[in-house]
T-cell receptor, first 112, second 113 residues
Framework: DAKTTQPPSMDCAEGRAANLPCNHS???????VYWYRQIHSQGPQYIIH???NNETNEMASLIITEDRKSSTLILPHATLRDTAVYYC?????????????FGTGTLLAIQP | EAQVTQNPRYLITVTGKKLTVTCSQN?????MSWYRQDPGLGLRQIYY???????DKGDVPEGYKVSRKEKRNFPLILESPSPNQTSLYFC????????????FGAGTRLSVL
């Protein structure tokens, strides 16, 4: 699985859009980009995933660059409850182990 | 409600006393997995199971056992716990390709004295 690079921490004001970047320059053509988040010591929570096209769901939007070497997770109206560690993970979406490789993620702090 | 349930949530035990952490999912998922999370090391996979009676080692399997006798259950067994197994443990389940969206339990915080 390709390695990802994320900033260690970010701040965002409550009510504003939070934009979390992720670099995955070694991603291969059949690998998906997944985003999970972990709110202090709780189980990681799936947010969104995509392959090539931009994706949107009730939680967030995912913007993937045309060359697929980077992506941005967008939380459109951040609230205090969005304070968490956000993990960008590149994965085949299948495979023998189905293992997710969690890096260090980005600690997003929402400021009141 | 789709759920992965782990028990217990908190456990303090002593070295060498066998324990089992249970994990159950109600989504009819084929795939289940155990991770441990330690400060500075992130989440690491211990064992995984592709289906009933099919299990295999992850990255850090030493000192752990698992079984998958039923599709919904995937217990983690520590036959002789040691202090270096003090950690936060998560169980996860997912359906097959291509979605591979993994659902995690709330976690079990284990302290081995």
């Amino acid at each position: 699985d390709a390695k990802t690079t994320q900033p260690p921490s970010m701040d965002c004001a409550e009510g504003r859009a939070a934009n979390l970047p992720c670099n995955h320059s070694t991603i291969s053509g059949n690998e998906y980009v997944y985003w999970y988040r972990q709110i202090h010591s709780q189980g990681p929570q799936y947010i969104i995933h995509g392959l090539k096209n931009n994706e949107t769901n009730e939680m967030a939007s995912l913007i993937i660059t045309e060359d697929r070497k980077s992506s941005t997770l967008i939380l459109p109206h951040a609230t205090l409850r969005d304070t968490a560690v956000y993990y960008c993970i590149v994965h085949l979406g299948s495979g023998a182990t189905n293992k997710l490789i969690f890096g260090t993620g980005t600690l997003l702090a929402i400021q009141p | 409600e789709a759920q992965v349930t782990q028990n217990p949530r908190y456990l303090i035990t002593v070295t060498g006393k066998k324990l089992t952490v249970t994990c159950s999912q109600n989504m009819n998922h084929e795939y289940m997995s155990w991770y441990r999370q330690d400060p500075g090391l992130g989440l690491r996979q211990i064992y995984y199971s592709m289906n009933v009676e099919v299990t295999d080692k992850g990255d850090v399997p030493e000192g752990y056992k698992v079984s998958r006798k039923e599709k919904r259950n995937f217990p983690l067994i520590l036959e002789s716990p040691s202090p270096n197994q003090t950690s936060l443990y998560f169980c996860a389940s997912s359906s097959d390709y291509p979605r591979n969206i993994q659902y995690f339990g709330a976690g079990t915080r284990l302290s081995v004295l």
